[in-house]
């Protein structure tokens, strides 16, 4: 399934896309929102399961043009640094033994075709193309082999970085850097696990201006879905509607001869195979 959030006669609804349009999912037995469908666990998907097989009937309604909203807004995302090989060799610095984990907040989320504002003050405002891992079932202390039965989808994010919080302080700050308000573009869809099948081999783009400026594949993260969600676990119990932003592949424009940042009129294109193309732009 392809779950989302739609606006429509100015109200949140929860819609899942379908190969000839978005119908709005409604039932006595569903929550309102994607997020409370996440929380209200299983038979909240079969639910949703359910109304689709119902809306793949011949004459059943679709929904007229509606905008698209971020899937839902997370409780946490946890953002991992140079997770791909070819990242952390861009990047350098000395091999990880284990991941390096930086939050972003809620406040950072916003949705497909937004025009992301990058504050005056920011002068290094970057792109980061990721494959975002959301949390279905709480987890805690969970082994590695167990971990993918916490996930209930897949997303597309853009991790925007204001690299000077990164590497033109004294100490490093990472989160600060990536968590200004719109610095976490998110969507447009929660494609369900069993639609995406393992997370092994799904290739990973941006395109900036038409231009390809990232290309890159999960088969190189260091730290594999599993072994990200077996990690944050031994820590912090991951609830339903968590993200984890699983890192970027090589191509960013602050590591570029010279470097390259995102300006006003840009318009960014990131997809993730098997789940969705992300656009938006910069205001």
Known sequence: MRLGTAMLNGHPTLVAAMEDGLVALRSPALPETLLGVLQAGEAALV???RLLALAAQPG???LGPARIMAPFLPGKILGVGRNYAD?????????LTAPRIF??????????GAAVRIP?????????????VVIGRPAWQVPEGRALDHVAGYT??????AREFQFDQPLAMTSFAKGLDGFCPMGPWLVT????GEPWDLEVTCHLNGEEVQRGNTHDLIFSVPALIAYLSRYMELQPGDVIATGTPAGSGHFRTPPRYLKSGDQLRLEVARIG?????IA
């Open 47 to 49: 639910e949703c399961a």
């Open 60 to 62: 059943s309604p679709r």
């Open 87 to 95: 990242h952390a060799k861009e990047v350098g610095g000395p091999k």
């Open 103 to 112: 939050l972003k907040p809620s406040s950072s989320v916003v949705g497909p």
């Open 120 to 132: 005056p003050a920011v002068t290094k405002p970057d792109w980061e193309a990721e494959l975002g």
């Open 156 to 161: 597309v994010l853009n991790d925007v970085s």
């Open 193 to 196: 696990a069993d639609e995406v």
């Open 277 to 281: 193309i992300l656009e938006h732009s």
